[in-house]
């Protein structure tokens, strides 16, 4: 049976196509909400995902087939999450759009630039946890809201996912969104949605460029999709053994976001959890036909991109506490890991601490938001702690 498996694909095939609906239907509700926070429209938040399917999609396809091996990419969830607790900006979703804009280019130059790479390298691991951890708490916080706003349907969709977890946690996520659809349907909230609308249309939003929303969005953004998506997608293939050349690869994902964002996307990148479905050994005996996987899940994030429109629609049309509830069960994972990686040393405990606070507050100044001032009031602090030290 081994070595019959070494000569066919379908076990890649299979491996591929768990994947990508695990990358999809695990996160794409942070996705849209996450749009509609920095004020996309609903056509404008349709848009946004499929742009960031196809280019997920076709990312995928590029880099597995160039490198001939499984590199996974996906939209950045944190990314999304950090949009989630933005909120509107001035100059409405057009200054988010110059913001993703600024973003892509940044991981384009990462990978071209070593400098700048190792400059994001270089942030303390405390501190990029902590304010990642930081801009999840909100949404983390949401089923608990579910339970206390709609008890019957927020504990149904929260003991699906605990129940689901127990056995197969990469299913708990979906398994929970599968429960809010059947709760929308018994209860006829998905009742006259038109046809028309289940079908994305791509729409152009011409930028606008603003500071607060560069220093608000696009940085934070870049630093959040390049230590908790790019470096650890890095790290997951290494773990199996393949050893890319990270510039390319952070190039080509930063090319496909700059070809996303005129249609509304945020960033794609390479991705993590979704890398171990294909890399890893369950994926395929010989290790030189796992890139069949990484193929199979670009195909289908492309042809996903078709349900954009539906899946923008069931986000409408659900109750925002549900839509915020199975958003958070969806990051609770890289909530418990990112805020044990920022209080994991006890050095930079304390700054890794005023950065989670800070950023966790929702503070905004001069139209920036918490997620920078966070960075700077923890790495200001380590800095005081570190001069005082050294005194």
Known sequence: MARALSFSPLSAIAAGTLAAFVGYASSFAVVVHGLKAVGASEAEAASGLMALSVAMGLGGIVLSLKTRMPV????????????????????????????????????????????????????PSALANAMLAGILLHLCIAPVSAVAQMPLAGLLIVGVWAVVARFKRMLAVPAAVITMIAILVFTGSSSAVPLAALVPQPLIITPVFSLAALISIALPLFIVTMASQNIPGIAVLGIHHYKPEPGPLFTITGLFSILSAPFGGHAVNLAAITAAICAGPDCHPDPAKRYIAGVTAGTLYVLFGLLAGGATVLITVSPPVLIEAVAGLALMGAFGSALMAAVHDPHDREAAVVTFLVAASGLTLFGIGGAFWGLMAGGAMRLLRRIGTAA
């Open 72 to 123: 996974s990419v996906a939209w950045s969830t944190p990314g999304a999450a950090l949009l989630a607790t933005s909120g509107a900006l001035t100059g409405g979703f057009a200054a988010a759009v110059g913001a993703f804009l600024v973003s892509s280019a940044l991981l384009v130059v990462a990978g071209l630039w070593k400098p700048l790479g190792r400059a994001v390298a270089a942030i």
